[in-house]
């Protein structure tokens, strides 16, 4: 099965912010994501609102006709609350900090791991698949298994990084994560810095990936060939997973 390709459309509502009013309509790029292709929407509200806004991820609940993935870190509150009341297809915990650029760091599972327990708990109980953002560190996803979670979502930067240089050394450690997720019956997601170029070589390289999210350069992309040539050349780079 192609591997699932959920666009996270945080950087539209960036572009709309910057001037406020509603241009570009982040519930109208939604609706189209999924027209034209996309298997999944994802969003990650931050507590500052800079990119999507809390009441954005309550207006688009309702137009999802694929997967939705709410990002976020669950020690904020109101994050948890807009989860449970949303209800999404899936919630991707991330230990953010406040006013962090971009995320940057997977979860320490073994630190963590109570914490992790009961708040998986709070969302699994509500019916919605859980993943947690985790980096390519074997010890990591094999405690992520404790935690009760369905998924783990490979932080893929340094990946991007190294994949100019040495691809067989960028997927590396990917590769050994993703067979510790598969043994302890882990679903696998990935994201951050997932391109037109590393998509492909990625997704081909890892057994049992399902989802990944993309979105800055999707929508960079998008400048130049239009939304829909974008997320049909990217679903493409997905038929040839494991
Ligand atoms: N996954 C997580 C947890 C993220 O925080 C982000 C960025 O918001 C992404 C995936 C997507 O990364 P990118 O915008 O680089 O495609």
Redesign the pocket.
């Known amino acids: 099965m192609a591997v699932k390709l959920s666009v996270?459309i945080?950087?539209i509502a960036t572009l709309r912010n910057s001037r406020g009013g509603n241009v570009p309509d982040v519930l109208q790029a939604a609706i189209n994501c999924q027209v034209f292709g996309a298997d999944g929407i994802?969003v990650?509200p931050r507590p500052d609102e800079r990119h999507i806004r809390y009441s954005d991820v309550r207006q688009i609940k309702p137009i999802i006709t694929t997967e939705f993935n709410i990002?976020g870190n669950p020690k904020e509150d109101k994050f948890v609350q807009l989860v449970l009341e949303t209800v999404p297809t899936q919630v991707?915990l991330?230990p953010d900090t406040a006013g962090q650029l971009?995320?940057d760091h997977g979860w320490d599972t073994l630190k963590e791991a109570q914490y992790l327990r009961e708040i998986i708990g709070v969302f699994r109980q509500a019916g919605i698949r859980v993943s947690i953002?985790v980096d390519p560190v074997a010890d990591m996803v094999a405690a992520a298994a404790d935690t009760g979670t369905d998924r783990i979502?490979l932080?893929t930067e340094a990946f991007a990084k190294e994949f100019h240089h040495d691809r067989d050394e960028a997927i590396a450690l990917y590769i050994q994560a993703a067979i510790v997720a598969n043994e302890k019956k882990l679903g696998i997601n990935a994201?951050?810095?997932?391109d037109m170029n590393n998509l492909a070589f990625f997704a081909s390289s890892i057994p049992g990936l399902l989802e990944v999210?993309?979105?800055?350069?999707?929508i960079a992309d998008a400048l130049y060939y239009g939304l829909e040539n974008t997320i049909q050349l990217y679903k493409r780079q997905l038929v040839h997973s494991r």
């Open positions: 996270n945080n950087k994802t990650h990002e991707t991330v971009t995320s953002f979502e932080y994201g951050h810095d997932l999210s993309i979105g800055h350069a999707l």
